[in-house]
């Protein structure tokens, strides 16, 4: 593999794009809280969830899976029922000037790679791996990870126990559903009518129209406004 002066200038050939933001009102997050609970009941039985007609229904599904909002329907496979019960997270650093996306798509082609981050620190790559055992990891990575060109260090953390939400997509829909409930933060909630923040107070007094700008208070011993009048004479 050829150095770079720039490894990471491809990394947007092997990365996922950005998604843009999709706009969706209370009767769209119900919609998918109902599916984040079973994805696979009829349009029927979410119309009766949503009470909405089944022909709306299909029509806000087909609209949230065109503008990327829904990516799929797919089952949850319990990888440790099959017989891959073994979780490692691997950090790989790449060889000064190397080219990141080459090592990525290396990586991407193994099977075992359930998934793989792009991070930032000391670190290049954040893999998580399914293996069957020590003697699959071991295979692994001296067969395959170890090949690959621009490797220059990895480490391992074998993970001792998967602790996952209840439902982590449901609890963020009604996350968003709650701040959509609330409302935005208009200037008239955030700081009174005027939309002016209240001033914090100086110790010294403030004064009401006509006084004097906030600051120590003017005039002889003792303060006061508007200021006394000298007794004595003024210079001419």
């Known amino acids: 593999m050829a150095t770079s002066s720039a490894p990471l200038a491809k990394l947007t050939e092997v990365a996922a794009p950005s998604s843009p933001k999709v706009e969706v009102d209370e009767l769209d997050l119900a919609l998918l809280r109902a599916l984040a609970t079973d994805a696979r ?60 996306s080459e090592i990525i798509r290396a990586i991407r082609a193994m099977p075992e790679a359930q998934d793989m981050s792009v991070v930032t620190g000391g670190l290049d790559l954040l893999v998580r791996l399914r293996v069957r055992d020590h003697a699959h990891l071991r295979e692994l990575l001296l067969t395959k990870i170890f090949q690959i060109n621009g490797v220059q260090r990895t480490e391992t953390f074998l993970s001792l126990a998967d602790v996952e939400p ?71």
Do not use: C, H
Not at 63 to 84: P, Q
């Open 41 to 100: 009941q009829s349009q029927r039985a979410l119309a009766r969830t949503v009470e909405m007609s089944p022909p709306a229904v299909a029509d806000r599904l087909a609209r949230l899976e065109r503008s990327g909002a829904i990516r799929g329907y797919r089952v949850d496979v319990d990888w440790a029922a099959l017989g891959f019960p073994v979780v490692v997270y691997l950090a790989v650093t790449a060889g000064p000037g190397m080219d990141l």
């Open 166 to 236: 209840d439902n982590f997509t449901a609890a963020m829909l009604d996350i968003m559903s709650q701040r959509k409930a609330n409302g935005p933060v208009t200037k008239e909630r955030a700081g009174g009518s005027g939309g002016s923040p209240p001033r914090a107070s100086t110790g010294l007094g403030t004064a009401g129209p006509g006084g004097p700008p906030p600051g120590p208070a003017l005039g002889g011993p003792g303060g006061g406004w508007p200021p006394r009048a000298s007794k004595g004479r003024q210079r001419t």
